[in-house]
Every structure is written in C-alpha cells, then in structure tokens.
C-alpha cells in the first residue's frame, strides 16, 4: 500500500456565506429565529400612521419678540395717523380764523391815510374803504381797492398796506395843482397832466392864471404847452408865476410876481430854460427872454 506524503491538515473551506435576507424571510440569530422585516415599507407606514411632520417650532422668545415688533410698527402707525389728522385739523381752524372769521377783520377805524390834502380830502379816502368793513383782513382785495382809490379826482397814486389784525396803511400822492383857467365864471384848477382838479368860483391863490384861446384849433395845443412849462418850473419859481398865457403852442409867457415878463417859447429844453432863468432872475430886467436858451435876452 502506498502511503500519502504527509501533508499540512486540508484547508477547510470557509461556509458559504449567506445571502442577504428579504422580507418575509427567516433568519437566525444567535440560534434564534426572526422574521426579516422591511425597513424601508415600515418607515413608510410609520410616517402614515403618525401623519405629517410637525413644522420646525421657534422658539418662545423669538415668538414673543417678534409679536412685540408688529405691535409697535402698529403703534407708530396710529401716532402718525393722530398727528397728520391733528395737523390738518389746526390748519383747517387756522384758515377759518384768518380767512373765515371776524378775529382779523378790517375796521375802518383803524385805517390810516398819509397825503391827503385840500385835493385829495382823507374823508373821501375813507369811504371808499368803508364798503368793506368787517371783511377778513386776509382776503381783502387790496389791488382792487387801489384801484377804487385812483378813481378819486386829485390821486395820482396810492399804496394800500396791510397792517394787522384790522388796519390799513393808505398813502396816497397827490396831484400837484399847476394853473388855473377861467371858465365862464368859474376857475378850474388843473395839474401838469390838465386833469381837472377842483373848480372853485374864487381864484385860487399860489396858482398861475393861466389864458389860452379858447374855440380855437390851437386850444389843445396851447393848454398843454403851457401846462408843461408850468409844471416843469422849479418850485421856487413856480411860486413867483401870476399868471400864463400861450396864444400857441410855441409862444409860452408868464408873468412873475415882480411884474417881470418871461418869454419861454416852445415847451422844449424846459430844463435847460429852467437853469438859464434861475441864473438870470438875481439880475434886475423888465423882460427875460429865454426862448433860446444858450442865447438869452435880458432888457
């Protein structure tokens, strides 16, 4: 008999190793047997059973704080709301007190008038602003009542101020009476502009006579020229003119008080004659001729 070579002991070969059990299957654990169970479907079935999953909760805090924020955004809101309405509410009973009411009403009593003259009388003035008593100071038409103001015979301007709360400030520049015509048997008094002043049956003092043809095509002419001159005098020798006369409107004339005749001409370079007159007037003359100006006639 043949003997086998001695050898190392058979490799023993390891058991095969199990396959990975499945649902419904056995298996056996230490010599115990359990059922196999599907972890996947029983997750899916616990989820079911247990409903949906409760949202991620914040905290207490952060609840309370955010809760708290709202609440004071609705609060600034509401303060806003208070003070717009409470604002409207004071410019409403402001406007109505301004603009509604008697508290800053106009009183004529308070009315004050600088310039008033024996042209323009300051009674006068003041009834053409007593239609608007107890109007509110604030919506008095006062360009309108400026206006009102330079209708009166003798204004040749006027300012109207307010001066609160029931006053006004009326200046008003009067016209300047120039000469004086004689119509029929009165005198009229007229400014540099011939607007007619006042007409009295006396001649009014201070006021040059002033004669111009009358019913002739060189009325007009004559009377304005005249005027112009009149009105273009210095004062000083405005007050020293008795009277005046143009038979046109190149032949102005006047006399002074002294008994002096001057010959003016044309109403041009009024100026210029008014400076060679008051350069002559200290030197004794019956005549002053200055209808040429650079040229002028003593005798």
Known sequence: MTRRPPSFPPRSTPPPRPSAPTSGDLAVIDD?????????????????????????RVSDGLA???AER???????????????AAAVVLLAGAGYLALGSSVLALHTDAVSVTGANEIVDEADVLAVVEPHEGEPLLRLDTPGLRQELLGLVGVLDVTVQRELPHGLRITIEPRVPVA???????????????????????????????????????TAAALEAVLDVMSALPS???DQVADASARTAFEVEFELDSGARVVWGSAEQ???KSEVLTALLPVPAQVYDVSAPLSPITR
């Open 180 to 218: 004086t015509v004689r119509d029929g048997g009165d005198f009229v008094l007229l400014d540099g502009d011939g607007v007619e002043l006042a007409r009295t049956a006396d001649r009014p003092d201070g006021v040059p006579l002033v004669s111009v043809p009358v019913g002739s095509t060189d």
């Open 32 to 56: 115990d047997v359990v059922d196999v169970v599907d972890v996947d479907a029983t997750a899916s079935q616990i989820a079911e059973l247990s409903g949906p999953a409760d949202p991620p």
């Open 64 to 66: 309370d704080r955010l």
């Open 270 to 272: 009024n100026a210029l």
């Open 236 to 238: 000083d020798i405005l």
């Open 70 to 84: 709202r609440r004071a955004r609705r609060r600034l809101r509401l303060r806003a709301v208070w003070l717009v």
